[in-house]
Nanobody
Framework: QVQLVESGGGLVQAGGSLRLSCAASGSIFSINTMNWYRQAPGKQRELVAAITDRDSTNYHDSVKGRFTISRDNAKNTVYLQMSSLKPEDTAVYYC???????????????WGQGIQVTVSS
């Protein structure tokens, strides 16, 4: 079993910065993809950024140039550096990990519990 621990959320003013972290721990595994999603009030959950085991990245158009996703393989951790934050970035941010379980030889997916990011105007 794998657990995801998210940290780094909070309240910031527009134009400020924040860094989210998501660390995976538990069973032995190899991570394929680590993503960040967000869900704002009254809206569907959307993909914010993704990074693969080959370090290729993908971003939602609304955050390109402002957000940077990265990973530390030794720590099984994915980060989301958020800069030039806007009120529209306010949402609950969820970490998502797709991994290969080396014990079960099965691909598994896990969600973090979500962390609040609030950007004031």
């Amino acid at each position: 079993q794998v657990q995801l621990v998210e940290s780094g959320g909070g309240l910031v003013q527009a134009g400020g910065s924040l860094r989210l972290s998501c660390a995976a721990s538990g069973s032995i595994f190899s991570i394929n993809t680590m993503n960040w999603y967000r869900q704002a009030p009254g809206k569907q959950r959307e993909l914010v950024a993704a990074i693969t085991d080959r370090d290729s990245t993908n971003y939602h158009d609304s955050v390109k140039g402002r957000f940077t996703i990265s990973r530390d393989n030794a720590k099984n951790t994915v980060y989301l550096q958020m800069s030039s934050l806007k009120p529209e970035d306010t949402a609950v941010y969820y970490c998502y990990v797709r991994l290969y379980n080396t014990r079960s030889t099965r691909v598994e997916a896990y969600w973090g519990q979500g962390i609040q990011v609030t950007v004031s105007s």
